[in-house]
Each structure stands twice: as C-alpha cells, then as structure tokens.
C-alpha cells in the first residue's frame, strides 16, 4: 500500500508564489464551503470534524481568516454562493499509470472537457467508470516533517514506533517527509494521539491511496509530472491521485 496526492504535494509547498497563492486559498476556500454542507451546514468547526481538518490544512497555508469565514459563510447560506458539486473522474496518465482527479465545480461538463483536453495533450486519457478505482482505497493520510520535529522526534525510527502505538496501518519515508497511513475512522484518534506525544503534524485528511505502485521510465515519469501540473493548474481540481512510484 503506498502512493498519494500528487496535488497536495504541490498545493502543501510554502514557497508558493502569489498567483500560485490565489489558486489554493481559491481550492480552500470551495472545500470549506463544501465540507460545511456536507456537515448539514454547520460553520462550527468544533462539531464539523471535515471542516476542522481543511480548515487547519488552510491556515498552514496562511489563508487570511476573512476568506476563510466568508467560504463558511457561502456554505451556510449567509452569503451567495455557486452552485458547488464534487466530482470524481478516473484516467490514464504516461505509462499507463492509473489515475483518479477530483474537483469541485459549478460546471460538471465544463470541467470535464478541460480535463479531456489536458489529458489528450500529455500522453494521457479518460478511462471509464470503475477502470481504475479498484486500485485505490481510502485511508486516512497524516504527514509529519521530520526536519519541524525536536531532536529526539526527528529520528525516523522513534517516530514510527509511536506511529505504530497510535494505531497506524502503514508507514512511508519520501525524503524528510513521514506519511503514516490509517483506517478512515481512525484518523483523529491517530491524529490526536500524536499531538499529545508533542509530534508536529503537517496535515491529517483522508486521501485516495494506490494498493500497488508502479514504475515508468525517466521520459514518462516528466510526463506525468508535466500532467500532474497541468492538471493542477485548473481551478475546478482539488486532488490527483495515482499509482506512480516516487
């Protein structure tokens, strides 16, 4: 079990530019407005568990706390807001590597023609409905940078012995970076009991995670990152998923 968000890797990074900014407080800000209708429009945090996470993932992105309360409010009805849906689009990428891109959009159709076209343009195309999302599964996704941590905590096999007592399914190290992976319904548990051990957390969400990784050769692997970019640039995409080795 490995892989994860290509997307929040990019959207994680604080050495975003200004425009690159706007774009992600622009992603928060529809998650928000989402995850308060999908809590049956509650805008309390303390009662809205989804809403809690994303809102937390958005101030370590330094999202200003108006655009924050007013995408609350546009789920709350207090303020007009689009006519919001998620959506979910499965696809093939360079090297035939298994891909699921989600979004949130006022135009389904709109947003599937771009996806179309970005796809066409980078060795990539959509794939029909249950082709590939029997590779994925959902797990809860915590990530720790071990760089944040103190000295006794920067040490990987500490931090994976703890990980392990919270009730972690699977462990990953990419670099600096632990991913601890966790049933669904376990991630705040996991999530919490790390905090009380003082171990800074980077983001805790519930990702899309590939079964089995696969590799593709050093032409392919720039492809499917020029795809993953691509694809992230578009306003309407939240995550892309896939299958592909790091």
Not at 12 to 18: D, E, Q, R, S, V
Request: glycine share 8%; charged share 30%; hydrophobic share 35%.
């Amino acid at each position: 079990m490995s892989g994860h968000s290509h997307a929040k890797t990019v959207m994680g990074t604080k050495m975003a530019n200004a425009a690159k900014k706007g774009k992600i407080f622009s992603k928060y800000g529809r998650l928000i407005t989402i995850a308060v209708k999908d809590g049956g429009g509650s805008g309390d945090p303390s009662k809205n568990s989804k809403l809690k996470a994303i809102m937390e993932q958005a101030k370590k992105m330094d999202m200003p706390k108006e655009n924050i309360e007013r995408a609350i409010k546009k789920g709350t009805g207090e303020l007009a807001s689009d006519n919001l849906e998620e959506v979910s689009f499965e696809a093939f990428g360079p090297g035939g590597i298994a891909m699921i891109i989600t979004g949130i959009t006022d135009n389904k159709n709109r947003t599937l023609g771009e996806i179309k076209v970005a796809l066409n343009m980078n060795n990539g195309k959509l794939a029909g409905e249950g082709a590939v999302a029997w590779m994925f599964e959902n797990k809860g996704t915590i990530i720790i940078d071990l760089v944040s941590q103190t000295e006794e905590l920067k040490n990987k096999e500490n931090l994976e012995m703890i990980a392990i007592e919270a009730g972690s399914d699977d462990i990953k190290l990419e670099n600096d970076i632990l991913i601890i992976y966790t049933k669904p319904e376990d991630l705040e548990l996991v999530k919490k009991s790390l905090e009380e051990k003082n171990i800074k957390i980077d983001s805790a969400s519930l990702n899309l995670v590939a079964k089995e990784e696969v590799t593709v050769s050093d032409k392919e692997s720039q492809q499917c990152q020029k795809l993953f970019d691509v694809l992230d640039d578009n306003d309407a995409v939240q995550d892309v998923y896939s299958n592909l080795k790091n």
